[in-house]
């Protein structure tokens, strides 16, 4: 499965916006799919999932009522949109998958890619 990550940018706090990640393969929607940050200096960190099969979501606490994760199987692509976002959010943010049913929050579970978008909150 190959990712490409698009849609980010400078917004000011309190703004919002809405990354995709287009996949190619014939499995997609087998694929589980997350996405990662990943701020200067600091640790990759799990922002949200997304499981292949039955959607259910999982999201880290820092981003829960915030941000949304949804998939199209059918475009073959994951979401993320960004609501209320704050100056700690600034980082570049990864899409990721893994085959299999289980929503990981550790990167290294995590063999598919994307390059990598970075979204920068201003105060």
């Known amino acids: 499965v190959q990712l490409q990550a698009s849609g980010g940018g400078l917004v000011q706090a309190g703004g919002s916006l809405r990354l995709s990640c287009a996949a190619s393969g014939r499995t997609f929607s087998s694929v589980v799919m997350g996405w990662f940050r990943q701020a200067p200096g600091k640790e990759r960190e799990f922002v949200a999932g997304?499981?292949?099969?039955?959607?259910?979501?999982y999201y880290a606490d820092s981003v829960k009522g915030r941000f949304t994760i949804s998939r199209d199987n059918a475009k073959i692509a994951v979401y993320l949109q960004m609501n209320s976002l704050k100056p700690e959010d600034t980082a570049v943010y990864y899409c990721a998958g893994r085959p299999g049913t289980t929503v990981h929050t550790t990167f290294t579970k995590y063999g598919y890619w994307g390059q990598g978008t970075q979204v920068t909150v201003s105060s």
């Open positions: 997304i499981g292949g099969s039955d959607g259910s979501t």
